[in-house]
């Protein structure tokens, strides 16, 4: 058995083990941080310590382990540093400590990434297609290493079952699937919800090939001349890491569509471009648009070709006709629109459907349930990669303030176990569930003046306005406002509201008496932020124990795809169907 495949019964105690935990401390991660947190004053609500010594806490809390202290008299009448009494915090440390241990790497149910290939390969990495293909050179650098990082994966669990076809669910602008197909030459089918996703990747993956084959062409000729070629970094654009959500990469015109300026490049421009490699962003930009890599030779008219030269380039034209039909004809990415759900039937959807692996980047809310749900319902999947995220989008069988699932089937619980349960967490601590509390340790992430403005906003509408709930409909004034004052009178005609009950030296009292109090609110934050990951854990191994509660399901494991610091929704579920030929985990 592989060490790091653990059993049903070790996976109920963990998951015992942080619902105890989340027990006595998710209050704290469903309470609203912005429209009561000075309303309701959430700070004196929870806690018996000042914000100073949180900060100081949490600031200062060592990244090494530290061993469980022993507790004092008046410490052993405190669960996870809340009091047993007043259900209130009182011990800063000890709620730090108690969260790193119900963490996923804290729990240690978790495999590495290394650890999954080392077992999956049988002697022989995943073969690939000669293309090479660089993601850093069409991507920004959290979407190439999630997709390099998560191909190979795919890959070997592809070549693990001996299946050619990939099912790429919330396949998006299709990166992964353009990758997979050129890189690995699997046959990958992307679905998604979005037209304009599925017309956007098929034509991006269209400028890719050609952008591919220009590329082998100038290394195979380089290589032929001994040339000492630079490396992809220093050849061709580089991305710079500001985009950083999810689907942030290089788009062309929006959805991939071509703009009337990328047609207006012409041939000889983008043929000096690939021969020099001088101008690295317009080779870039060039590379992507249509039709436009194909190197030539200097045009000449038929007319002045010799005989020779004429039946030369014929050939080469019909090999070259030949050698496309063939590639095409076994590497390839097929953009679809759907959507889907666990009853979607997949034969429906893809008429020349084999045995597959079925895989999801990202795929949000019940997405990434509702794939888990087809890989056990369908004989056809061979295995499952799942990285979920949006935790927030949820939907939440047992919460009685949850969302309604459009589909009739929640996301969570996904479990028997934790259904039988009626387990929930609620919404606020499911968005609570999407910090990144790696990124938050290094000084990024929270931007705690636009949640101070706001928060000081609902006291203004509790104090002047009878409808103050509606602020909901506010939006983002503040990356708009100069001041305070400025955001406060933009909020007030957003919501169609008299501004004129209040003149500017009211609006700034409001400010000036609750900036003392802005410390509450971002330790209180930074709790939340603490308490993230065992939230996610939870969730996932909520996902993992699903899979453990399958017969037929050998091997299913949580795997560490990604640096945390790059991609925060880092985890992936990942399982394998019964095999004879199947190696031992």
């Known amino acids: 058995m592989f060490s790091s495949s653990h059993s049903l019964a070790e996976i109920q105690r963990r998951i015992d083990k942080v619902k105890r935990f989340l027990s006595v401390t998710l209050s704290i ?38 061993e469980p202290e022993l507790k004092t008299a008046e410490q052993s009448r405190t669960t996870f540093g809340f009091c047993d009494d007043t259900k209130r915090l009182v011990d800063t440390c000890e709620l730090l400590q108690a969260a790193r241990a119900h963490s996923l790497p804290g729990l240690g149910v978790c495999m590495s990434r290394d650890e999954l290939l080392q077992a999956l390969r049988s002697n022989a990495p995943p073969a690939g297609t000669g293309a090479e293909l660089e993601t850093d050179e069409f991507m920004n650098s959290k979407k190439s290493h999630e997709v390099q990082s998560m191909s190979e994966v795919v890959a070997c669990l592809a070549q693990h079952c001996r299946v050619k076809q990939v099912i790429d669910v919330g396949s998006g602008k299709g990166y992964l699937s353009s990758f997979l197909s050129l890189q690995y030459g699997l046959r990958v089918y992307g679905i998604d919800s979005s037209s304009t996703n599925t017309h956007g990747a098929q034509e991006r993956n269209r400028k890719l090939k050609k952008f591919s084959r220009a590329y082998q062409k100038r290394n195979k000729a380089a290589r032929a001349q001994g040339e000492v070629t630079n490396s992809p ?7 710079k890491p500001g985009l950083d959500r999810d689907d942030d990469v290089l788009d062309i015109d929006g959805a991939g569509t071509v703009s009337k300026e990328e047609e207006k490049v012409s041939l000889s421009d983008i043929n000096t471009a690939v021969e020099s490699y001088s101008e690295p962003e317009e080779l870039f930009l060039s590379a992507l648009s249509v039709d436009a890599i194909q190197p030539t030779s200097p045009r ?4 002045q070709l010799s005989t020779e030269e004429r039946e030369r380039r014929k050939r080469e034209n019909l090999e070259r006709k030949a050698q496309n039909r063939s590639t095409s004809s076994s590497v390839m990415f097929s953009p679809l629109t759907s959507y889907v759900t666990a009853e979607t039937e997949l034969r429906e959807l893809i ?3 084999e045995d597959a692996v079925m895989v999801g980047l990202h795929t949000c809310g019940d997405l990434a349930p509702s794939t888990l749900r087809m ?11 799942s990285v979920g995220c949006c935790y927030h989008l949820l939907s939440e069988e047992f919460d009685p303030a949850g969302q309604e699932s459009s589909h009739g089937v929640c996301g969570f619980p996904l479990s028997q176990y934790l259904h039988d349960q009626s387990w929930f967490c609620g919404r606020n601590a499911r968005m609570s569930a999407c910090l990144a ?22 006291v203004i509408l509790r104090d002047h306005y009878s409808c103050f709930k509606s602020e909901k409909r506010v939006g983002n004034v503040y990356s708009k406002a100069k001041s305070f004052v400025d955001y406060v009178r933009r909020a007030l005609r957003k919501l169609e509201l008299d501004e004129s009950k209040l003149s500017d030296s009211d609006i700034q009292d409001y400010h000036d008496t609750y900036r003392p109090r802005m410390d509450e609110m971002h330790a209180f934050n930074l709790l939340k932020v603490t308490l993230a990951p065992c939230i996610e854990g939870l969730v996932l191994l909520d996902r993992l124990c699903y899979l453990k509660e399958q017969e037929d399901l050998p091997f299913s494991a949580l795997v560490q795809l990604f640096d945390p610091l790059l991609s925060p929704r880092c985890y992936a579920v990942v399982g394998l169907k019964s095999y004879e030929d199947r190696i031992s985990f």
Request: charged residues 20%; negative net charge.
């Open 300 to 303: 000449i008219p038929p007319s």
């Open 233 to 239: 970094q220093e050849e061709l654009v580089e991305i």
């Open 351 to 353: 008429n020349e459907l």
């Open 375 to 385: 890989f056990v319902a369908k004989a056809e999947l061979a295995a499952v990669c």
């Open 29 to 66: 991660a469903n309470a609203h941080t912005v429209e009561s947190f000075y309303t309701h004053d959430v700070w004196s609500r929870f806690m018996c310590v000042c914000p100073e010594e949180v900060l100081s806490a949490v600031s200062s809390f060592s990244e090494q382990q530290r």
């Open 437 to 458: 509390l790696e990124r938050v340790s290094l000084g990024q992430g929270i931007q705690m003046e636009s949640l101070f403005y706001r928060a000081v906003l609902h």
